[in-house]
């Protein structure tokens, strides 16, 4: 039986973690997509990275899916991608299914709030 400790234990095996200096290094280079997975009202409460996509967790796999018509077009399968959350396991979960999905370069910043004291780039 899976539970919720062995789908974050899977993700995060092929999931990378990425330290906040690189994530925030790719962030000033601008070449990497970074996506928020948190809900709106989450994001609203607190900002999120700057520029970055706002993509709610359970919406991805739409988004992710030139198929369908709500493809994100920022989104391809070749782009360096680094996902966020509110603590790094919906990111993980998240990367996870971009993965099973063809997606080849995502990596987990983990949490939003350690972006923010690290001095990551911010917005409202």
Request: charged letters at 25%; one cysteine or more.
């Amino acid at each position: 039986m899976k539970t919720a400790k062995s789908f974050l234990e899977a993700a995060n095996a092929v999931v990378p973690k990425i330290s906040l200096n690189d994530a925030i290094q790719k962030h000033n280079d601008g070449k990497t997509i970074f996506i928020d997975v948190r809900d709106g009202v989450d994001i609203s409460k607190t900002g999120t990275i700057k520029d970055a996509l706002r993509i709610p967790r359970g919406f991805i796999e739409f988004a992710a899916d030139p198929d369908t018509p709500f493809h994100n077009k920022q989104l391809n399968k070749d782009a360096e991608i680094i996902l966020v959350c509110a603590a790094g396991g919906m990111a993980a979960l998240t990367g996870h299914t971009l993965k099973e999905m063809g997606y080849q370069n995502v990596s987990n910043v983990g949490g939003f709030s350690d972006w923010k004291e690290a001095d990551g780039p911010t917005e409202d």
